[in-house]
């Protein structure tokens, strides 16, 4: 694989800088290697700016906003500049922009707007919603679009870097950049998963639905089974669940085990008599409770339980006889 050749002439490239970049390593007998601005410098950001700096890039500047931000970015890049975005693209060959979803259009409309040095730069987001189209303002004066979203959650800690060991990387990038994606993927440390621009979307639905939604039902299971008087929910809940997610990624649906799964009406059907017991009690003595205490915990067993005998009965795990008993039990449920 020769990124090189997949650039336009005279544009940046993995190992190797416009001429008289700050970035140069003599010593190293070898060309410079790319000087990286990030803009915004979140979790996300510092986690690639510190990936991209293992590799041996150098991040000569990033933009922060807020106080955490600001003491990340100097923390982690000592010897980069702090300022302002259009700055940060002054200095760097690669700038990575790892903003909000909702605030990135904006970003790039405004850099556009204001003449920012774009011509000849890879720009690159890390926006799992967008591909490259969302760069087009940018890409109008000569920027090099590519959109490197790692599959990662980040929390701000020093390992975060290390997760990216192995992540894949949603891409989408022009035919000419693909293999320029694709290096600074691998030199991440990350495998990269290309992602065709229309179906942006829908990736970033999936995934999102399913790291985030997994959260808010665990959480919720730990709050049930507090209210049931267990002590420590999290220990009781972990074996089961690492092996129901390595089930899942495993085997798909036939995975599914429990009672929608063996069409034990009777039981779903006690399972949602007791939610909505718990949830009465709970309203009753704190009507200002938190979501298990409103309800919202039955509607989420429902939803589930319904979409679980969906797909079992699709799956040929459940029998279109004990479907219909199950679907019976749900299907006066809101």
Known sequence: MNPDSSLPPGSARPGSARPGSESA????????????????????????????????????????????????????????????????????????????????????????ATGAPLQGRLLAHASGRYGVSVLEPAVRQGALPLALHPVMTFTGRGDDVDRLRGTCFGVTAPEVLRPAAEALVIEMGGEPVFVAEEHRDLYHAAIAGAANHLITLVAQAMDLLSTAGVAEPARLLAPLLSASLDNALRFGDAGLTGPVARGDAATVAAHVAALEAAAGTSAAAAPAAGPAASGAAVAAYVAMARLTADRALAAGILSPADAERLLDVLGGRP
């Open 25 to 112: 390593d003599p010593a190293a007998g070898r060309p410079a290697r790319l000087a990286v601005g990030i803009i915004g410098a979140g979790r996300a950001g510092t986690a690639l700016g510190a990936a991209l700096a293992r590799a041996g890039h150098q991040v000569v500047a990033a933009s922060a906003v807020s106080d955490a931000s600001l003491r990340r970015a100097h923390a982690n890049f000592p010897g980069a500049a702090i300022t302002e975005p259009s700055q940060v693209l002054r200095r760097a060959d690669l700038a990575m922009l790892t903003v909000p979803d909702d605030a990135l259009p904006g970003l790039v409309a405004g850099l556009a």
